[in-house]
């Protein structure tokens, strides 16, 4: 959804307000008492939900991301907007001036909601068929005075272990007879470290069992065929990087220059809220207008029916 199309469907706080309920009256309102999705009632003059069976009163935000927050729905949804119409991001304090808020604190709390949504949102589905999988590490706010305690280099303290697996369609171009290949869904993750067990874990929680895994010949990943289909390691190299691995390290590359360009650096704290946004992003080449609709549905539905 462009700024054209927003405004005309949301122009003011009423029309997200009829929003909301409308999507909410479709997808069913949970109780938390009857433990189900019972018949509710609506009133509109206080603005809330009343289940038919046990008459417990459910607010408009329950149960969503913006539940306890203080900020307005139309605010809420300008920011789901400006979050979703740009692939490479805004900083905290354009996010700030975009949306008028008086704090940064503001600004940093709803980016981070909003991040947090997008990481659950893409965590419904496996990355399936053929998925590159390698590592980045990338460089985390650390102190100055600790900085020079570190050692340097890759496996520096200095660094974060990430985690990014993507799928990899093979394609051929019928006339040339050229050979290339299409990626898919992407994810990223951060790990405490390159062992056998981290990397089990994150392959099993993302990767398919049926599909096909390239990797290159790291020795933690040792056991991996057993996790899937086929395991296909590939040496490190100029043709793996621009071949087998090549969307993979792709990623990688435009993660780099994307925290630097923007975020300058980032904590580990809140690196796996900026892994979700920018993986989010990557994916949207097969949503593209809908990117937003994806994005506001999966932060209106209620986590406990959506995510638990």
Known sequence: MNIIDFIHHFPNEESCEIFL????????????????????????????????????????????????????????????????????????????????????????????????????????????GMVEYDEAYVEKATRKRVQEQLKRGKGSQKQAIVAVACESTPLEDPDSGKKGSHCGFFKMKILKDVTSDSVKQFVETTVDSSSVLFTDKNTAYVDLEKMVEEHIKVKSSKDSTNGTLNWVHTAISNLKKNLLGIYHMVSEKYLQNYLDEFAYKLNRRYFGEKLFDRLIIAAVYPYVQHYE
Not at 48 to 59: A, D, K, L, M, N
Not at 64 to 87: C, D, G, Q, R
């Open 21 to 128: 309920k409308n999507y909410r009256q479709k997808a069913g309102i949970y109780c938390k008492i009857c433990k189900g999705f019972p018949k509710h009632y609506w009133f509109s003059g206080r603005k809330f939900f009343e289940c038919s069976v046990c008459r417990r009163r459910t607010s408009l935000k329950a149960g969503t991301v913006m539940e306890p927050s203080n900020l307005s729905l139309h605010t809420w949804f300008t920011a789901f907007l400006l979050m979703s119409a740009t692939k490479k991001g805004f900083s905290y304090l354009e996010f700030q001036r975009q949306l008028g808020l008086k704090r940064y604190q503001t600004a940093f709390s709803l980016m981070n909601k909003i991040r947090v949504v997008m990481g659950k949102r893409d965590g419904l589905y496996l990355l399936k």
